[in-house]
């Protein structure tokens, strides 16, 4: 019996070896394939270990950081320049500042160890994904390997992006998407939300080099491409910690402070030229700095010609050249947020819904274009009539499906109450939850009584325990209106902005119903005082925007800080005695017209240039 | 007894049976590994074909440099000790200490920047065509030069800026063997593959136009690979490594790349310059 089963083992093992071989041999011949799918070849290349960078290039850049008004080589556009030197480090002294982290393409050119390894299905042996981690501001990087398609727009941006890859060749070739705002490079050039990247790793021996392809519609006018170079570590290089917590660097800065300097007054714009004797133009030219006839330009460049750059060029300004996030397919997009949390994309403005062993509670009620849609997801979340509507606004983005989404309710908490000895109809329709004044506009403006809030509040708090979250509505006083709510959820740990922040447009500043862009900034502040990151400035606390992407307190930062720097800009030529007509001849959104601008529309530039210098016009709310 | 021994013997004779079944499956298996091993063994083979014909990866046509690294150094001539970035020792330094181009020009030296060691890092324009099936040239529009990069063994004295360049495939991936069997699975069937180039022999040069120095017995190894990305342009990435016992304390690394041109637009050759 034992020499049968030695025998059978022999044959086995002998075969094994003859079905191999040509394959081995030959390099070529389908490599076995399984049921599971196609056949698995073994990676180009193995990216695994520890790296180090070799800084050979762009030392000072990398190390201690280039100088302000250094951009050459970057293919810029004027937004960019101007928001590069609009920047003032001291930026990075912000509590909410102080613990970003790099963005992918960054990070894989600042200086610090790598550790590279894979993740393999241990059934199939099938390559899941590349994970790659970064020493400095402990970057986490993701490159999936297992065909999953990118997330919607709708769904987060993260510092590392979402990236997925492929073997093409000898390269490893991989698309990033779902980038945050950051650095191009650490003197404040920047590189927008919108950017994405396609890098190419090959590997020579033990030199690795990830050439990095990055597009960024807001920033530069054609792909910057970059090449960093890294060696092989023989054994674990250590130090692999960067944590950051946030704490007071400058005591009694007032909390709307945004440190930036005004267009065309960089103190340091001149500082780059002047220290190694180039001409001004070298850092500020954009895409013509990167080919070679740039050599002879600048034999004839002038510092006048430079100094024009510093400011916007007069004429109209661009428009947003971001991504919509928003799906216009008719369908109603359900984006999981946290715990019992959901964010629902695709009826003009986006809608929350939490759910529990409770009626759904749901924030907003979007254009209500789409509300049977919107009724039959939330169904399809929870078998219980909506519960609770809460309108952070009157604007028809918020309120729109009220009477649908309310007539699909009820409100059992009501029903059998003392309410209803006193009221027939009450518990009948879902509870709507608003602010005093958001009702006031819905009677003013005549909307539908059978969408009107059955319960407000005055003051600067309502708070209810639903569906085991403690959900807390704060009033936001002169900001987008002035019956502005934002709703916390306190276990999910998701707030919900309204229309207080979005990140596709400038923010839409109701005047005549009681906005103001101070009120606005302090609105954006209020949000920021209650998130809380989970590491290196990211997730932790989620925000769900009135328009756009899943976000957190980045984009919510980034926003603010994007408003208090126009509001300077106007603050300090309404000082200066400017007209509003000077105000918008200025361009003084240059550096975000790419990002958040329009010409044409029911919110232009234009009317937000002017709800900021009009508020700011105002007596003080 | 009797039985004992019998059955003692029987079982000898079944063991000795198995032993030269398993010899026999071994012996046919060792001969179809050994087929697929050794290509010799079997049909004759054909003469490998030439490197052009080889080719993993076209790298011919007009490429312009993209000067997005180390952007100071390259378009502007770097003052004098100025050497960010560069691993040099002691007597490097010293060497880029005592930089005098006004003297390099005097002396007819005003190439030094435009050596193998540096020319792939000035900004300009390289043409690169097959001169046979052996030889690709590689030709620079800035200081007007020309490296041949041969297959195969080194051929020509060198001696002059661009030294004696070998070429070769490189074709990643492959399974290392012990002792004639491959325990492992090949890479998929795009391999793909770069351009490797090994320089020695040159003049001494410069690393940059600002005389950081590289010396006769430096060994350069490139690396040549083309990528193609999203819009239909193409890149090319030089990664180089410059290894100096005379100037170098490590060995300096530098990747370098450019854009695919579809013609000659902005081809300009021009002569060296060693200001």
Redesign the interface.
């Given at each position: 019996m034992k020499?049968n089963l030695?025998?059978i083992t022999?044959?086995l093992v002998?075969?094994s070896?003859?079905l191999?071989?040509?394959?081995?041999?030959?390099?070529?011949g389908a490599?076995p394939s399984g049921p599971g799918g196609p056949a698995?070849?073994?990676?180009?290349?193995d990216l695994s270990g520890y790296w180090s960078p070799?800084?050979?290039?762009?030392?000072?850049e990398r190390g201690a950081g280039s100088e302000l008004g250094?951009y050459?080589?970057?293919a810029i556009n004027e937004a960019g320049r101007l928001w590069a030197l609009s920047y003032d480090p001291s930026r990075l002294t912000l509590k909410h500042h102080q613990c970003d982290g790099y963005v992918a393409p960054y990070q894989m050119r600042a200086i610090g160890n790598f550790r590279i390894w894979e993740d393999r299905d241990p059934h199939t042996m099938q390559l899941v994904a590349i994970h790659i981690w970064a020493q400095t501001t402990e970057g986490f990087r993701t490159i999936w390997m297992d065909g999953r398609p990118h997330p919607p727009a709708y769904a987060p941006h993260t510092y590392q992006g979402f990236s997925t890859g492929r073997?093409?060749?000898?390269?490893l070739?991989v698309n990033t998407t779902h980038l945050k705002q950051g650095w191009l490079r650490r003197n404040g050039l920047p590189e927008s939300d919108q950017a994405t990247m396609?890098e190419?790793f090959?590997?020579?021996g033990d030199?690795l080099?990830d050439?990095t392809?990055v597009?960024d519609p807001v920033f530069l006018t054609e792909?910057?491409?970059?090449?960093?170079?890294f060696?092989r570590q023989p054994t674990d290089p250590g130090a692999w910690l960067y944590a950051c917590d946030d704490g007071e660097e400058i005591i009694g800065r007032p909390p709307d402070a945004v440190p930036n300097y005004l267009f065309g007054a960089q103190p340091f714009a001149k500082e780059y030229s002047k220290k190694?004797?180039?001409p001004m133009l070298?850092g500020i030219a954009g895409a013509a700095?990167?080919?070679?006839?740039?050599?002879a330009r600048?034999q004839t460049a002038t510092d006048a010609e430079a100094i024009a750059l510093l400011r916007p060029a007069p004429g109209p300004s661009p428009e947003s050249r971001a991504e919509d996030p928003e799906p216009h397919d008719g369908e109603i997009h359900v984006l999981p947020v946290s715990g019992n949390v959901y964010m629902l994309a695709g009826d003009g403005g986006n809608i929350v819904v939490e759910t529990g062993d409770e009626g759904p509670f749901v924030v907003d009620t979007g254009s209500g274009k789409l509300s049977d849609k919107v009724i039959e997801t939330i169904h399809k979340l929870s078998d219980k009539p909506i519960q609770f509507i809460v309108n952070t606004s009157y604007l028809p983005d918020r309120a729109g499906g009220n009477v649908q989404l309310r007539a699909a309710g009820q409100d059992p908490s009501l029903v059998g109450s003392f309410f209803s000895l006193q009221f027939r109809d009450a518990g009948v329709g879902a509870t709507i939850i608003a602010q005093q004044n958001t009702e006031t506009h819905m009677v003013n403006a005549k909307l539908p009584a059978q969408g009107w809030p059955t319960d407000t509040f005055l003051e600067d708090r309502r708070r209810k325990y639903h569906n085991g979250n403690a959900i807390e509505i704060f009033h936001e006083p002169h900001a987008i209106t002035d019956g502005d709510s934002i709703v916390h959820f306190r276990q999910s740990d998701v707030i919900v902005a309204g229309d207080i922040f979005n990140t596709i447009q400038f923010p839409f500043i109701d005047i005549k119903d009681g906005g103001s862009v101070q009120g606005e900034i302090n609105a954006l502040n209020d949000i920021l005082n209650r998130t809380v990151f989970r590491h290196e400035g990211q997730g932790g606390t989620l925000i769900v925007p009135g328009h756009g992407y899943l976000s957190d307190e980045h984009e919510v930062v980034e926003y603010r800080d994007m408003l208090a720097i126009i509001r300077d800009r106007v603050r300090a030529m309404i000082k200066d005695g400017a007209s509003l007509d000077q105000v918008k001849a200025a361009r003084v959104t240059a550096d975000y017209d790419t990002r958040y601008g329009a010409n044409t529309g029911p919110w232009t530039t234009d009317m937000f240039v002017e709800a900021v210098y009009d508020s700011l016009k105002q007596p003080a709310k | 007894m009797l039985r004992c021994n019998r059955s003692r013997a029987l079982l000898q004779a079944?063991?000795n049976s198995?032993f030269w079944?398993?010899c026999l499956?071994?012996s046919?298996?060792t001969a179809?590994?050994a087929?697929?091993?050794?290509?010799g063994i079997g049909p004759p083979p054909g003469p490998p074909p030439p490197p052009r014909a080889a080719a993993?990866?076209d790298l011919t046509g007009y490429w312009?440099?993209?000067?997005?690294?180390?952007?100071?150094q390259r378009?502007?001539t770097?003052?004098k000790g100025d050497m960010?970035?560069?691993?040099l020792n002691a007597e490097g330094r010293k060497a880029a200490l005592a930089w005098d181009p006004a003297k390099d020009e005097a002396s007819g030296e005003q190439c030094r920047a435009y050596g193998a060691g540096g020319i792939v890092r000035l900004?300009?324009?390289i043409h690169i065509t097959w001169q046979d099936d052996n030889t690709l040239k590689a030709e620079f529009d800035?200081g007007t030069q020309m490296r041949i990069l041969r297959f195969g063994a080194p051929a020509g004295p060198g001696g002059d800026w661009q030294g004696v360049s070998v070429a070769g495939w490189?074709?990643?991936?492959t399974?290392m063997t012990r002792g004639g069997?491959?325990?492992?699975?090949?890479?998929?069937?795009?391999?793909?593959?770069?351009l490797?180039v090994v320089t020695t022999k040159m003049k001494a040069g410069y690393l940059r136009k600002n005389g950081i120095p590289y010396s006769q017995d430096a060994v350069i190894t490139e690396?040549y690979?083309r990528?193609d990305?999203?819009?239909g342009?193409s890149?090319l990435?030089v990664?180089t490594?410059v290894v100096d016992p005379k100037y170098l304390s490590a060995p300096?690394?530098?990747?370098?790349?450019f854009?695919r041109q579809n013609d000659s637009a902005?081809w300009?050759p021009t002569p060296c310059s060693a200001k």
């Open positions: 020499a030695l025998n022999w044959i002998a075969f070896a003859t191999w071989a040509p394959v081995n041999a030959l390099g070529q490599p698995r070849p073994a990676s180009p290349i070799a800084v050979n290039e762009d030392g000072l250094d050459a080589g970057f073997y093409v060749g000898d390269a070739v396609v190419f090959v590997r020579h030199h080099v050439t392809v597009t792909p910057e491409v970059r090449s960093n170079d060696f190694y004797k180039i070298s700095s990167i080919y070679p006839e740039f050599a600048l | 079944k063991r198995a079944f398993r499956i071994l046919l298996a179809v590994i087929a697929a091993q050794f290509p993993p990866v312009v440099s993209l000067v997005t690294e180390d952007w100071r378009m502007t770097a003052p960010e970035s560069i691993p900004p300009g324009r800035a490189d074709i990643p991936g399974i069997f491959t325990l492992g699975m090949p890479p998929g069937p795009e391999r793909g593959g770069a490797k690396y690979d990528f990305i999203p819009g342009d890149l990435l990664t490594e300096f690394w530098t990747s370098t790349h854009k902005g300009n």
